[in-house]
């Protein structure tokens, strides 16, 4: 049976360190080793959509990556919280006040007293006849005051009719939207060259949207006294990063899901989209993730597992009195917890049949996506067994189809490096063993968390577009947050570097992504170059094909970098088409052989047998 190479042809998304397509995010990750015209680029960039244009440069790097909560989130000195407190009444001295008739409870408890106010019928005195519990609005300080927050200034919500969406959402719309864009191919051109079922969407988030007009909002409302409204429970779901790029971005009836597996959510979503490419079910795929997780409720949950870098720990490790924002993520190094973070990340992947003929640009390939359990648990947040499989599984591939030199010389690492002190020691021995079996010395690993926190669901996301950008210049982002390795680190095969690292063409041909996630949610995926992609192609494709679509490349290349250019302007255009462009079910047409969608030339046929024979007819 024939086998496809998933390409991808577009990505895109934002996360702390600014935009993902065309490599600014990750430009500004090394930016200390970029040429002046291109540090200068990547900065103009990155005011621009922090709407501070001509911004000096301390305020801009100051406004990215991670760094200290800001106000517009939520104020870390005074982030809400409520008080109860009893109040006591006696004989002698009985507590009174007044409620109107529309603040009264409905069902009035015993121990009130209640009677007209002489003189006005809306007006009622309640006597208290024994205590009563009350829970008044307060504040206090949060325990953890570092995120990786989007770029100062840059609000998703501004570039769009986001009409009440959460935050998650809305960095939904405008991160799917950066990578199709980012194509240089119109996505009804691309509709026109496949049936209506050869397309998948699958993304998710781990969280759900739990800010207000999500999930939180719905659970918090009946407590405050306020009513659910009607869109809170359906935007809220995990599910709505696909649904979202389903109906308002591509309007695809193709294949959709949300796969969840903690911190490895992106890598499942990417493993269930490169299976069905390469299986040649489907010929393409938008796989991606969005996460908006920076709530004081979200923070005290991770902050009650002893997960996050609280300021009191930063303050020890350091030995000063104000914590060092900057640097809360320190993978392997001494550190003391993860930091949250925001980010949308989405990739577009493309059959590579499909791309040769559309003439797509390809920025890598990703030939299989590895996941596995840990088996039997003491604690469901530790790490176990399954990552050595995971992680030996993406070895091994790269290993056999492109060789030990390939692997050797040619591979690194974008580490989980999620910055506890637990992982440092059990992903830096996994990656020893594995170095060890395959031959591997001085294996350069870099940990993109020490510059844009941990994400959650898109954090692989954040990992595959910095390696895009590796591949692109060679340049392997140092771990700039860390004074040194930690001594507990397995590190003699591994190159952990704090200064970036030049890798060169030939050095970066192939990365191994990593993911540890709670509960067991163990991923590694292989992702190879674009220069290796070119020896596939040219092995499977004939001089002709190539040079037909080399020169259908230009074109695309050329309405990829306008698209660019308006981007780094911060005119982002996202895609939303609320309400355009419905299908008419009254024209859809039904046979034995085949279903035909309006306004789609190709048909989804009906005779397909799946694979199976044998069967009686």
Not at 263 to 280: D, W
Not at 289 to 301: F, M, R, Y
Not at 423 to 452: C, H, L, M
Not at 568 to 588: A, H, R, T, V, W
Request: one cysteine or more; hydrophobic letters at 40%; a negative charge.
């Amino acid at each position: 049976m024939t086998s496809f190479l998933p390409l991808i042809v577009g990505f895109g998304g934002y996360n702390a360190a600014g935009r993902s397509s065309f490599h600014r995010a990750y430009e500004r990750m090394i930016l200390e080793s970029l040429g002046e015209a291109d540090r200068a680029k990547t900065l103009s960039s990155l005011a621009h959509i922090m709407g501070k244009p001509g911004a000096d440069e301390q305020e801009i790097l100051l406004g990215s990556l991670v760094r200290r909560i800001e106000p517009t989130y939520f104020d870390v000195e005074k982030a809400p919280f409520g008080k109860t407190f009893p109040i006591r009444s006696s004989g002698s001295d009985p507590v009174r006040f007044v409620l109107s008739a529309r603040e009264l409870p409905e069902a009035i408890p015993e121990h009130w007293h209640v009677e007209p106010v002489a003189g006005d019928d809306r007006q009622f005195q309640v006597t208290l006849m024994g205590n009563q519990s009350v829970r008044v609005n307060s504040h206090s300080p949060i325990a953890v005051q570092s995120a990786g927050q989007l770029p100062s200034g840059f609000n998703p919500a501004d570039h769009y009719r986001s009409m009440h969406h959460p935050r998650g959402l809305q960095l939904t719309v405008l991160g799917a939207s950066d990578a199709v864009r980012s194509m240089g191919i119109k996505w009804s051109n691309v509709a026109k060259k496949i049936s209506p079922d050869q397309v998948a969407v699958y993304a998710s988030s781990v969280m759900s949207q739990l800010d207000q007009s999500g999930f939180g909002g719905m659970m918090q409302a009946r407590q405050n006294g306020a009513r659910v409204t009607s869109k809170q429970l359906p935007l809220g779901m995990n599910t709505m990063p696909a649904d979202f790029v389903n109906a308002y971005i591509l309007g695809s009836l193709g294949s959709t899901g949300g796969v969840t597996g903690a911190c490895a959510t992106f890598l499942f979503n990417l493993r269930q989209a490169v299976e069905e490419i390469r299986m040649g079910r489907k010929k393409v795929a938008v796989v991606g993730c969005s996460e908006a997780p920076i709530l004081p409720e979200v923070i005290d949950g991770y902050a009650a597992m002893s997960a996050l870098a609280t300021d009191d720990n930063l303050r020890k490790l350091d030995q000063v009195d104000v914590p060092d924002y900057r640097r809360a993520s320190r993978p392997f190094s001494e550190n003391c917890g993860f930091t949250l973070a925001e980010s949308s990340q989405y990739i577009v992947l493309m059959a590579d049949d499909l791309a040769i003929e559309m003439g797509a640009q390809i920025y890598g390939a990703v030939p299989g996506v590895y996941v596995n359990a840990d088996g039997f648990k003491k604690s469901i947040s530790a790490p176990g067994a399954g990552n050595y499989i995971t992680m030996a599984r993406a070895v091994g591939l790269a290993n056999t189809l492109l060789g030990e030199e390939a692997v050797k010389n040619g591979s690194f690492v974008q580490a989980h490096g999620s910055s506890t002190p637990q992982n440092r020691v059990t992903e830096s021995k996994i990656f020893d063993k594995v170095a060890e079996a395959f031959g591997i010395q001085n294996w350069p690993v870099a940990a993109v968390k020490s510059y844009v926190g941990h994400s959650l669901g898109p954090a692989s996301g954040d990992q595959i577009a910095a390696s895009l950008g590796v591949f692109a210049r060679g340049i392997l982002p140092g771990i700039k947050t860390i004074d040194s390795v930690a001594d507990d680190v397995f590190s003699a095969r591994l190159d952990i570097r704090k200064t970036d690292n030049e890798l060169g063409e030939k050095g970066a041909q192939v990365a191994f992504l990593n993911s540890k996630g709670f509960g067991g949610n163990n991923a590694t995926a292989t992702v190879f170059s674009p220069s290796v992609v070119d020896s596939y192609l040219a092995n499977h494709y004939s001089s002709s094909q190539l040079l037909e679509y080399k020169n259908k490349r230009e074109q695309v290349e050329s309405m990829a970098s306008q698209y660019c250019q308006d981007a780094d302007l911060g005119k982002l255009s996202p895609i939303y088409e609320f309400g355009n462009n419905l299908l008419d079910e009254d024209s859809i047409q039904v046979s034995k052989e085949n279903v035909c969608m309006p306004g789609y030339k190709a048909t989804i046929s009906l005779q397909n047998d799946e694979g199976l024979s044998g069967f009686k007819k």
